[in-house]
């Protein structure tokens, strides 16, 4: 059964736009530069439920042991770089197991 990596992102509101959209492409590309990222998703939400939180992203790996060896990963931590000059808070994640 697939592993879900969730995480909602409050990027700030002064945040440049252009690194915004090059933050979300480099989210995505992790599925092709992670070999056991299975998927990956990334985009701003479209309703307020989500109060600061203005994108998310939605990996899905193989198991749980594998999220600690993305947590690692070089393209990982390369992205996460960039996700700190964007975001204005703490981010959240949620991680489960996926029984379907």
Avoid: W
Avoid at 3 to 10: A, C, M, S
Avoid at 49 to 72: C, I, M, P, S, W
Wanted: glycine share 4%; hydrophobic share 40%.
């Amino acid at each position: 059964m697939p592993f879900i990596h969730i995480v909602l992102l409050p990027v700030k509101p002064d945040a440049p736009q252009d690194l915004v959209d090059e933050v979300v492409s480099d989210i995505i590309a992790l599925q092709e530069k992670i070999p056991f990222v299975r998927s990956m998703r990334c985009g701003k939400t479209v309703t307020q439920r989500g109060k600061q939180y203005t994108h998310v992203l939605v990996a899905e790996l193989d198991n749980e042991e594998q999220l600690a060896e993305y947590a690692v990963h070089p393209a990982h931590q390369a992205v996460l770089q960039k996700i700190k000059q964007v975001i204005g808070e703490e981010t959240v994640a949620l991680d489960f197991d996926s029984k379907h």
